[in-house]
């Protein structure tokens, strides 16, 4: 063929005439779209002179073996609800059409033939597949007998997968599970509609690796499924719904209609090797000579569009140029799959600690994760054997250099998202993000911030420059937001708690012959240890004849606080000094109630490890330490400096156990719960896939589910 007679047919397919394709779903009147509005969609493809054709006459068209001719059109309707029998089907053979029905193999029961009379048993569409996935009732879609009228009446039958199943595509949080939701939950969670489970949002699982729920014990965690278990869950559905429809049609070219038509090259090339020569998306545009099979355009008819609506489609999509320069196409969105956390800190303190517990949690949850912190920081020792892959770096003093190196690891690692800790590492990530806008790489920035002390003044543009920061109090983000951080930018998400969590009392425990009251704390004055010796002080005047005991832990100089309380009430105060993050756990495993005096908090980390042990608190409303308790839920709240008020409460909880032990199963259900690792993963991801988080405690459920626990 000589150019000439190329550019001939170019021009010709260019200006000539394309085949739109219709795409309907279920017909009647539970779905919002009436036999009636077909009807009149129908009559207006009638009108316009359009002459249905079948998906193999396209097909044969695309490849070149078959030139169009005239206004052609191809009227297709997706997964196969009993109302395409009931009345698509003699609507459209009324008018001496014919259909194109994509139908979901694992739906295709068995039965006889139904007629009208069927209509009454009608639901809506999305009821039916949740009929399926909850029940495995399968009547409100088409059998096979009628599958083989609808053949033998002329009309096709084709794949639309076996399953249809959705996944949690990412993280953003749309509300709990309701009777709106979508209905593929009940395939994702694997169980009937469960108004406390959360309903993320939704997509193919065919083309998204996806996140998927695991039910554990008391926990439920959310796992990401790699890419190679995606491709064998498509090789297994592709093949499976290729058989069943095959055994129908009979045909030795099968064609498939992709599920929310949507597709990646995973899916397509385990569709090429399941044997299917084409497939239609949702994707709109020209269809005629050259175009992939495997692309075939299709107009997605939404219920309740009118007549004009598809008039006004038709005259575009029936036009090879219009339909050429009108397009619409369809862009996967990018999944997070590897997450950098950086620190400078060299030691495990509360904020590290953190990094750490969501290093893991991430780790658990089947993502990629990269740590770079110094060569000899604590954290390389706290994820071994955990698969984190460990980057050590010991040049955060200088920050360009630290920037140029994050870059190269980014690049190296494709960094989806970096979530970066304290002051050095964050200020060369910033630069690296800024350098990132003129030549990449592209990369989500998260700046974490766990003080409640003044920021840096530039910090509001810090935030700016990231996606965001997270903090984890609403007291930290209100400290921010006074230095002009918006807050909108700011996510907050509570720390979380890894270890052993203790089996709550049972309420006939043998009372303790001396309860013990804990302080955790340092010699900062910021803690209170003057605040906590003079509510010890108040407690032996008003209880003079007490055996209860007082601890202090992290408290080196006891003397020094001779000037403040008397002798005796340091004698009463015992204090081993420093000791390890191990004998912190211990001691609170021991004690009967922990009791925080800080003047200043944002989220003690031992405050979450005292509710792990199962134990009642009494606290300063200091920042974030509020946050953590209802007053007489799970412990009770002072006034900051309120020595007085710290004291009565301690004298009441000391004196009743009982009380003690409701509140402590509270804490160890906010624990297990809310303050999970698990829990805090799912939070932190939905910051990361763009949701702006701003949870606060949901005491009531805990207090609730607490009580239930007590009952059982």
Excluded at 128 to 146: C, H, I, K, P, T
Excluded at 276 to 302: H, K, M, Q, S
Aim: glycine content about 8%; overall charge positive.
């Amino acid at each position: 063929m000589n150019n000439k007679h190329k550019t001939h047919m170019s021009l010709t397919s260019f200006f000539g005439p394309s085949i739109p394709v219709l795409c309907y779903h279920a017909t009647h009147e539970a779905d919002y779209y009436s036999a009636q509005r077909l009807g009149e969609h129908l009559d207006a493809v009638e009108r316009l002179g359009f002459k249905t054709i079948s998906a193999q006459a396209l097909f044969d068209t695309v490849s070149g073996r078959r030139e169009p001719s005239g206004r052609e059109i191809v009227i297709t309707f997706d997964d196969g609800h009993l109302s395409n029998w009931l009345y698509a089907v003699p609507l459209l053979e009324r008018r001496s059409m014919n259909g194109v029905f994509f139908l979901v193999s694992d739906l295709i029961g068995q039965g006889p033939v139904r007629g009208i009379e069927a209509a009454t048993e009608l639901k809506p569409q999305r009821e039916g597949f949740m009929d399926f996935l909850e029940r495995g009732d399968n009547s409100q879609f088409l059998n096979e007998a009628e599958a083989r009228a609808m053949l033998e009446r002329g009309h096709e039958v084709y794949a639309h997968s076996a399953r249809h199943a959705g996944c949690f595509r990412d993280m953003r949080y749309r509300h709990n599970w309701g009777f709106h939701s979508h209905w593929s939950l009940a395939g994702i969670y694997g169980r009937p509609r469960d108004e406390a489970l959360p309903e993320f949002e939704t997509g193919s699982a065919y083309v998204y690796d996806g996140y998927w729920p695991l039910f554990e014990a008391d926990r439920m965690r959310i796992v990401k499924r790699s890419t190679e278990e995606r491709a064998r869950f498509c090789r297994d559905d592709f093949n499976r719904c290729m058989a069943r429809i095959r055994d129908i049609n009979g045909l030795e070219r099968q064609l498939f209609c992709w599920p929310w038509g949507h597709y990646d090259e995973v899916s397509e090339a385990e569709l090429r090797g399941a044997g299917f020569a084409g497939a239609f998306t949702l994707e709109r545009g020209f269809n005629g000579p050259g175009v992939d099979p495997f692309r075939l355009n299709r107009i997605g008819v939404a219920p309740g569009q009118p007549a004009s609506w598809l008039v006004s489609r038709l005259k575009i999509y029936l036009s090879g140029w219009k339909s050429r320069v009108i397009f619409k196409r369809y862009r996967k969105k990018p999944e997070i799959k590897t997450i950098l956390y950086t620190t400078n800190a060299n030691r495990l303190t509360g904020g590290s600690r953190q990094m750490v517990n969501n290093a893991l949690g991430m780790a658990e949850a089947g993502l990629r994760v990269v740590v770079c912190a110094p060569s000899d920081s604590g954290l390389k020792t706290a994820l071994e054997d955990s698969g984190v892959e460990y980057v050590g770096w010991d040049g955060f003093k200088n920050a360009l250099a630290t920037a140029r190196f994050f870059r190269k690891l980014i690049r190296k690692q494709r960094v989806d998202v970096a979530h970066t800790f304290h002051s050095r590492a964050q200020r060369a990530a910033l630069y690296a993000r800024l350098w990132s806008f003129l030549s990449g790489p592209r990369f989500k920035l998260f700046i974490n911030r766990g003080v409640v002390y003044k920021p840096n003044p530039l910090y509001f543009l810090f935030v700016r420059i990231a996606d965001g920061a997270i903090v984890n109090s609403f007291a930290c983000r209100e400290v921010l937001a006074r230095w002009l951080a918006p807050r909108r930018r700011v996510n907050v998400v509570y720390n979380s708690y890894v270890g052993e969590i203790r089996e709550a009392l049972p309420a006939d425990v043998e009372e303790a012959e001396r309860p013990t009251a804990l302080y955790v704390g340092n010699m900062a004055a910021v803690k209170g240890f003057d605040v906590f010796l003079r509510a010890v002080q108040r407690y032996f005047e008003a209880h003079p004849a007490s055996t209860a005991r007082f601890r202090a832990l992290g408290i080196e100089l006891l003397r020094q606080f001779e000037s403040d309380v008397p002798p005796d009430v340091l004698q009463r105060v015992e204090s081993p000094g420093h000791v390890e993050h191990g004998d912190v756990v211990q001691s609170l495993r021991d004690a009967d109630l922990y009791v925080l005096t800080s003047r200043q908090e944002s989220m003690p980390n031992t405050m979450l490890e005292a509710f792990a042990m199962g134990l009642p608190a009494v606290s300063t409303r200091a920042g974030g330490a509020a946050e953590l308790i209802r007053d007489g839920v799970n412990g009770f709240l002072c006034d900051v400096e309120d020595a007085d008020c710290v004291a009565e409460h301690m004298g009441r909880l000391l004196a009743d156990g009982e009380t003690r032990r409701r509140m402590g199963r509270v804490n160890l259900e906010l624990a297990r719960t809310q303050f999970s690792n698990a829990h805090k993963t799912i939070n932190l991801l939905r910051v990361y896939s763009g949701e702006r988080v701003a949870d606060a405690l949901d005491m009531e459920a805990a207090a609730g589910q607490a009580q239930r626990r007590g009952e059982s």
